[in-house]
């Protein structure tokens, strides 16, 4: 097959017309840019959809003293107990972020956290820290 000089406009031996390839060319940064628009619609509109914070305390915490001890409760940061708690006694706190108790030991209370009752592992005679975290909000 000789080869010789082409007409404007004919493909070369084996290869696609100019035109195509620009269309293709022009196909696909369009495409592109039809993705990331998606994409980022996507990300606003999970955005937009994430929980507002309420103002109302989705945490609560019920401490029932067992028999006489001493309690210490942080409610989002800020002291709210700490005093000797009599046997019978209860408390109940409620927060949006966390709830820590400090407990000379957990054996002579009785924790309930958003309706369930806890029991922590470990030994039930020792001086205990609690937290408990809403892991749904994350916080501020």
């Not at 509109?45 to 019920?62: C, F, G, K, M, Y």
């Not at 408390?91 to 407990?103: G, P, S, T, Y």
């Not at 369930?116 to 592992?121: F, G, K, L, S, W």
Request: zero cysteines; glycine letters at 10%; proline letters at 10%.
């Amino acid at each position: 097959m000789p080869v010789g000089p082409r007409r404007p406009g004919t493909p070369p031996v084996g290869g696609l017309p100019l035109q195509v390839v620009r269309a293709l060319a022009m196909g696909s940064v369009l495409a592109l840019f039809a993705l990331i628009g998606w994409q980022a619609f996507q990300g606003r509109a999970e955005r937009s959809a994430a929980p507002a914070r309420t103002a109302v305390p989705d945490q609560h915490l019920s401490v029932l003293a067992r028999h006489n001890t001493h309690v210490r409760v942080l409610v989002d940061g800020e002291l709210a107990v700490d005093r000797p708690l009599p046997g019978g006694e209860s408390l109940e706190f409620d927060a949006h972020r966390e709830i820590v108790v400090e407990v000379p030991a957990v054996q002579a209370v009785r924790l309930e956290y958003n309706g369930r009752t806890i029991v922590p592992q470990g030994r039930q005679d020792a001086p205990r820290r609690l937290v408990f975290v809403d892991d749904l909000e994350g916080g501020p």
